[in-house]
Structures are given as C-alpha cells and as structure tokens.
C-alpha cells in the first residue's frame, strides 16, 4: 500500500489533462467501476501511471464503439488472464523444482503436490502410474 501511495501522485485535475478528458469523465469511470484511484486519507483521489494507462485502453475502447459496461467486463476480464498467467508461471516454477528434486532423489514421490495461497492440491496421475 505504500508504494501505491508513491506511485499514485496525479490529482484528478492533472490526470483529466494529461489523458484529455474532463475530470467528471474520470469520477463517471470511478462509479462505473472502470478506475479505482487511490484515496488520501482526506479523500483526495491520486492517479498513478497504471491507472493513466488504464484511462488510455478506456479511451481506446469506447473510441472503437465498446459501451462502458463492455469495457469494464474487459477489464475485468484482463485483470483476471493476468492474475492466472502469473499463478501458471508459479505452478510452473514449483513443477519443476519439484521434478529436479525428485529426479536428484531428494524427496520421495506423492500423488499430490501441496500447494500455498490457497490453491487446490493439484492431482499427479502421471506421478501415481510410474
């Protein structure tokens, strides 16, 4: 939260400048759900870099005819591809640290990979059949 703190440093009135819109355009996409900005404790909205990137794919969109409703499941749907590819390229990683383990004979074979941040155990039938 810290660094969102130092990232987010854009008042609403610069941030409406720099993307080119009026700052009510940018409180409509807060409500709509489009952008979440950071908010001092006074409540002062704060723009960070990400969050003008954001406004610019929104710009983007509704220039090529998508409603607002259509972007924001579009961002949520992005949101959401970027959040499962980290958690493949984790899975991924820990795949093969425990296949060098086991191929180092280090561990012993289970059936079942445990798994932290709540994430199902992940069934190994390829483990189980050899």
């Known amino acids: 939260m810290a660094s969102e703190r130092s990232e987010a440093v854009y008042i609403i009135s610069v941030a409406a ?17 489009l952008l979440d900005p950071y908010r001092t404790p006074g409540g002062t909205r704060r723009y960070s870099e990400r969050d003008l990137e954001q406004l610019g794919l929104i710009q983007e969109l509704t220039s090529a005819g998508v409603n607002l409703e259509g972007v ?8 959401e591809v970027e959040r499962l590819e980290h958690q493949v390229s984790r899975l991924r990683r820990l795949l093969g640290d425990s296949e060098q383990r086991n191929r180092s ?5 289970v059936g079942y990979v445990r798994l932290k941040r ?3 155990d992940v069934a190994r039938p390829d483990v189980l059949d050899e």
């Open 17 to 33: 400048e720099l993307a080119g819109v009026h700052p009510q355009t940018l409180r409509i996409y807060e409500r709509r759900g």
């Open 72 to 79: 924001r499941q579009i961002l949520r749907l992005r949101a």
């Open 105 to 109: 004979g280090a561990t012993t074979r």
């Open 118 to 120: 709540n994430l199902p």
